[in-house]
């Protein structure tokens, strides 16, 4: 697609004014560069009206739709097929101290564009038509053979101008497998607070990014070492240092990282992120429970849902949305509970696992994998392959889909004359309790009708 995108870009533009005068700049260059996958959408240079590109490409047909555009900042945006194409003017900007949007914006060259950019890497050019290779600071190609970040002009002006850099710093480093120059990562040291002028949503999304590297165990401890963390990810800090029982070998904050390093998200649904996220998370709520008993033996008691609480406060603050939260906070609720997984185990505790962790089963049972292989290997620890084989034969033996009340709700409220309430969920729960325990089975009517009189009855 991104090809297709390129040569309708290419041809369109052939013959006219803007021939050879417009520039692919940014990730694409750098990341085909290095061989790395390309990305989805791409960026375009020109010392020029980028605006009225926008609208020739429309108008030639070759954009999708009339360009959104950002006249202050010069820059539009319009899509190409199924890839999103960025314009943006070659332009020189000024900054106020207590935001990162430019101040003013005016239309600059090639060189002094490069200057604004974030690191050196991303201010490589390729000329659209010719594919020529244009390094206007005559640093950025080198600096890319030799893996390194540097800022195009010094660090500490290339942060303040726009804090959010600094994680980028982070996240570039562990992505690419580069290293951070020391006079950057001293400025990183230096100004990391002013990452509070930066919106917690421009965070989160950086955040993201970074979590969706193999690598996050490394950014992580990147953060927390230039104190970007201790900018938003306050809820974690209380981990390090946190000493653990005789099952771990590390910290909390260690054996988190470890888990977010072990986790395997290949083939899930849920995004690797996620599950990252969910590593990540799994025991925050420890150092909060965290008590010691007569005999000097460390306990967390009640850590899983004490960290499902502080965990969804946190992703909560960060913006993320519901159904993130709902499913990370789930998994550090339900991870303790594969870890406990016995062979005495009755079919009826299977199936209440089952249907707890609802689509999150697999999930789940990656991050208790993860968990376990980030503790010690001299102690002992649940068989998870038992577990996984316990799992499947109850599964065969009934869908997960019959584990349910054979009374509805409205048949209940019917029946007893009863109102919406939380009691009419009680029966309910009572009744789908008896099928998994396998007391009343599933399409059983009448007898759900006289375990629910009974019910009532007792006042429970």
Known sequence: ????????????????????????????????????????????????????????????????HHPVTYPRFGTAMVHIGDTLVELVIARAESYHDASRKPQQVRPATLYEDALRRDFTVNTLLENLHTGEIVDPLGTGLSDLQAKRLRTPRAPHETFYEDPLRMLRAVRFAVQLGFTIDPAVYQAILEQAERLAIVSIERIQTEFTRLMESPQAAAGLQMLLDTRLLHQFGQPLLPMVGCTQNEYHLYDVWGHSLKTVEYVNP??????????????????????????????????????????ARIAAEWLRFLRYPNAVIERVAKLVRLHMRPGFYTPEWKDSAV?????????????????????????????PHADLPALRARIQKVQESQSPQRWQSPLTGTQIMERFGLKPSPLVGQIKTYLEEQVIEGNLAPDDVEGAWRLAEAFLRSGQ
């Not at 990305?39 to 490409?57: K, S």
């Not at 007569?294 to 960290?307: K, Q």
């Not at 199936?351 to 001299?378: F, M, N, S, T, Y």
């Open 266 to 307: 290949e083939g899930l649904e849920l995004p690797a992120w996620e599950l990252r996220l969910a590593a990540l998370l799994h025991d925050v709520g420890k150092p909060a429970t965290r008590t010691v008993d007569e005999n000097g033996a460390i306990h967390f008691y009640e850590h899983d849902r004490v960290g």
């Open 1 to 64: 697609m991104l090809t297709e995108t390129l040569n309708r870009l290419r041809t369109g533009l052939a013959g006219t004014p803007y021939e050879g005068k417009v520039y692919l700049v940014g990730g694409y260059v750098r990341d085909k560069l290095l061989g790395r996958p390309l990305p989805n959408d791409i960026d375009l240079v020109l010392e020029g009206d980028a605006l009225q590109l926008a609208q020739f490409l429309y108008e030639r047909g070759i954009a999708e």
């Open 351 to 379: 199936r209440r696992l089952i249907r707890d962790a609802g689509e999150l089963l697999e999930p789940l049972l990656r991050l208790v994998e993860a968990d376990i292989k980030a503790q010690r290997h001299d102690v």
